[in-house]
């Protein structure tokens, strides 16, 4: 399977009419960043982001951690514990740290946390590197040093 970006990702994507449209930035050698203001079409009950939304911008801000550093990988695991509410037009920060690489891939975690510095989420994923070819390619060699 070939991965390729026409713009249209419904999270990140900025052709997409549709999409979150999320500006990640990368910090430092292991993090990436984001803010998102969930607007009244992202809620489930009454004012509440819904919790779908909140994996998404979750998910897409771990995938950046390795995407903005030419990796290309996919998740294949993904576990959520909510704390508390998003609530909507209420900016989260959501931040993801890469925490252990192997042969097969990343280990990352993130985390959105509210204006009033509120855990509102968390999520830890396996992002499962992706073998390809070409002048992109990252090869097989560990971009992060092992840790003792």
């Not at 249209?8 to 910090?27: D, I, Q, T, W, Y």
């Not at 919790?51 to 993904?78: C, P, S």
């Not at 510095?117 to 060699?141: L, N």
Request: charged content about 25%; hydrophobic content about 35%; overall charge positive.
């Amino acid at each position: 399977m070939e991965l390729s970006d026409d713009g249209m990702c419904f999270a990140c994507g900025k052709k997409n009419p549709l999409g979150l449209h999320l500006k990640v930035r990368l910090e430092g050698e292991r993090d990436a960043v984001a803010e998102f203001t969930p607007a009244k079409n992202h809620q489930g009950y009454k004012d509440i982001v819904h919790g779908g939304i909140l994996v998404t911008v979750l998910d897409e801000v771990i995938a950046h951690t390795l995407y903005q550093r030419g990796i290309l990988a996919m998740t294949g695991k993904l576990e959520v514990r909510y704390h508390r509410p998003a609530l909507v037009g209420e900016t989260l920060q959501v931040r993801a740290t890469i925490e252990k690489e192997s042969s097969r891939g990343f280990d990352v975690r993130a985390q959105a946390v509210n204006r009033a510095g509120e855990k509102v989420a968390e999520a830890r994923a396996t992002m499962i590197r992706q073998r390809h070819t070409g002048p992109s390619s990252t090869g097989s060699a560990g971009l992060f040093p092992a840790k003792p």
